[in-house]
């Protein structure tokens, strides 16, 4: 079984003591590939750095997450549209919208979101994309730049039904996470992940965050890391009810076309 990380945040500090453990473990576990996301300017040129050094393993992506996005100004959207250019960088991202914490104000989030669209549009780059308690502004902000890029994942989806179909209606594609093995605020993915195509369904850590709550035993740390990804991809096979082989090869595929990854060395 091979499987893709489409998420994980590497450049986390608790993965330097061990970055190149936590790579053996992922290769031990079947996850050979893995994209390192970029959340700030400096996360991004970091997951860039990360990529460079771990060729046809680490990939990167390149953008500011909403709760930096006070922090987004003309360098940075300079930076952000020259380390998209690398060819190690497969997505613009991770952009979009957060009204649960609001770290940053609603007005300066969705022009952060709005600049990062024009970046993806301009290079032809897909999107990954954040949404937290902003469904309606954010589909608003995405449907008018959707048809101008290639492809778009709503990463670590946790939203209603509604919102799923929405971003389906959109072509999106769909990123899933060990959100769904929470039994206190995961347990309505468990039907939904069945709406989502094969060709739509990718799966991610979100590591360090969002260890997987079934996992046994629980890592004293609590420290997610991309070994789990087959955890996870075993949970949502069963939700869907299909054998984890055909989750597992149908989301590898998936992660392969939408990243335009080369197949494993």
Partial sequence: MQLVDIGANLGHESFRHDFDTVLQRAREHGVGRMIVTGASREGSEHALALAHAHPGVLWATAGVH????????????????????????????????????????????????????????????????????????FLALLKRYRDRVPAAVVHCFTDTGEALRDYLALDCHIGITGWICDERRGTHLRGLVREIPAGRLMIETDAPYLLPRTVRPQPSHRRNEPMYLRHICEEIARDRGEPVDVTAANSTATAESFFGLPAPG
Avoid: C, M, W
């Fill in 66 to 137: 909403p709760h930096h996005a006070v922090d987004y100004d003309d360098a940075t959207d300079a930076r952000l549209r020259a380390l998209a250019q690398d060819p190690a960088v497969r997505a613009v991202g991770e952009a979009g919208l957060d009204y649960n914490r609001n770290y940053s104000p609603r007005d300066v989030q969705l022009a952060a979101f709005e600049r990062q669209l024009a970046i993806a549009a301009e290079l032809g780059k897909p999107l990954f994309l954040h949404q937290r308690d902003a469904h309606e502004d």
